[in-house]
């Protein structure tokens, strides 16, 4: 028997002699195990998404959300506007996603054209939208709202419960 082969032998040896001697006994409670049954915080769940365009109307290049937390509903409302290059194009929520790790939804909302070989009038579209975000456990701390025009993501919203 070579030296390795004997290390490893006496090595998992002594972990598996010593496997039942371990224990989680409290010297305290005269060797009685003890738990903790206190109830675990849930981070907050997505459960339902909703986006719906209120306006569409010619007019300038608008880049806004605000944020509404409503616990009673369990939901986050987001309003917003963001602007198309002609009349053609219309909003869509691109994402929702729930970020547990820094207690976060990211909201990314974007334009499209449904009809690439529509007519279109000549002008800024301006797209008025609502959203609803809805949870369970609570809602998240931060909502961040992004929109994409012209190619590029821009930050319209930051909001903050504590805030």
Partial sequence: MNRRTFLTSVA???VAGV?????????????????DDSPTEQSPTLTNKSFTVVSEDCG??????????????????????IF?????????????TYDGESDTLNIHVVTEQPDED??????????????????ENGLPETVVVTHTTGGEDHEVARASQSA
Avoid at 60 to 75: G, T
Avoid at 118 to 135: P, T
């Fill in 84 to 96: 198309g290059p002609s009349a053609c194009y219309t909003g869509k929520l691109d994402s929702a």
């Fill in 60 to 81: 300038n290049e608008v880049s806004k959300a605000n944020v509404s937390f409503q616990p009673d509903q369990s939901q986050v409302q987001v309003s917003g506007t």
């Fill in 12 to 14: 998992v040896g002594g």
């Fill in 19 to 35: 496997a039942g001697c371990v224990s989680s006994t409290n010297p305290g409670t005269g060797g009685e195990t003890t738990t």
């Fill in 118 to 135: 529509a007519m279109c009038a000549q002008c800024i579209q301006e797209i008025q939208y609502q959203a609803s975000i809805g949870f």
